[in-house]
């Protein structure tokens, strides 16, 4: 009997225990109530709690949580259908409100996200809507992030995973980046032809004033050549009429001009009686 009652006094304290006892995992938030009505949020490690008197209400993860947005059709403002989808992330950051604002606050995140979108997209043009990606998805962080504070969470970004037109505009877009891919080449090509031509061109320009150069340095060397003649012939000159003079100053040095000049004169007129008869 008496190890009956201690039996049963043992599976009562360990109920007691394991309902007073909670340990919270690290980057979680557990909302506890006492008697239906919120008492507070267990920090992660070891909490005690009242039993039968607290309650573990609701249990959050602190994590950043990516969720998918489902796929919607979307209408772009020159009336075109686009199946569009996306991912979302986001956080919890007051696990109260996150308890107590909405009844599903994921739902609640997953609908704003599908309205924002078409908002947003129905504000552009197909053309639009593939350059400014990142300006979506920015509009549509600031949208749901304004709302979701009542939640107590913190929308951190959205990606648009795919953005598809219908067919026929698929099938068009596909020609026109065909089109355009075949005029880039069409202009490099051109481009090329253009650079070739431009390099010949400036390689004949250079080699003709590589040959103008070398006819003008020619030209150029000739004349220093004959200068330089014409100045050692006047040098010479010059030497030799400085000799002469020399010597007339010497003793003697006249008479011998005199008789140089006299013999001069005898052939000369010898030259002359020649030439006469």
């Known amino acids: 009997m008496e190890l009956a009652v201690a039996v049963v006094i043992l599976i009562i304290a360990v109920i007691f225990i394991a309902r007073s006892v909670k340990v919270v995992p690290q980057q979680n938030a557990w909302v506890k109530e006492r ?3 919120y008492a507070g949020t267990l920090a992660p490690g070891l909490n005690l709690l009242v039993p039968f008197i607290d309650k573990v209400a609701y249990k959050h993860s602190l994590k950043e949580i990516p969720l998918d947005v489902p796929s919607q059709i979307c209408i772009t403002r020159d009336n075109t ?6 991912i979302l992330y986001f956080q919890v950051t007051d696990p109260m409100r996150a308890s107590y604002g909405s009844s599903n606050y994921i739902m609640a995140v997953t609908q704003l996200a599908q309205t924002s979108l078409r908002s947003v997209i129905g504000k552009l043009e197909l053309d639009k809507t593939f350059e400014e990606r990142d300006i979506i ?13 009542n939640w107590g ?10 953005l598809t037109p219908p067919k026929e505009i698929l099938h068009a877009m596909q020609a026109q980046i065909t089109a355009e891919r ?4 069409l202009i490099a090509a051109s481009e090329g032809r253009r650079q070739e031509q431009i390099n010949i061109a400036t390689g004949e320009r250079e080699a003709f004033i590589a040959r103008s150069e070398g006819e003008k340095q020619a030209v150029i060397n000739k004349a220093q050549g004959e200068a330089e003649s014409i100045k050692a012939v006047a040098e010479a000159n010059a030497q030799a009429i400085e000799r002469v003079a020399s010597a007339i100053r010497q003793p003697g ?5 005199q008789l140089k000049v006299a013999e001069k004169a005898v052939e000369a007129y010898s030259q002359v009686a020649s030439d006469a008869t």
Not at 81 to 86: E, I, P, Y
Not at 153 to 162: A, G, Q
Not at 182 to 185: M, N, T, Y
Not at 253 to 257: C, F, K, L, P, S
């Open 81 to 86: 259908q686009l199946q569009v989808d996306g």
């Open 35 to 37: 008697l239906g009505k």
């Open 253 to 257: 040095g006249e008479q011998a001009v």
């Open 137 to 149: 998805n920015a509009q549509i962080v600031q949208a749901i992030d304004e709302a979701a504070l």
């Open 153 to 162: 969470v913190k929308v951190l970004r959205y990606e648009i995973k795919d």
């Open 182 to 185: 075949e005029k880039r080449a």
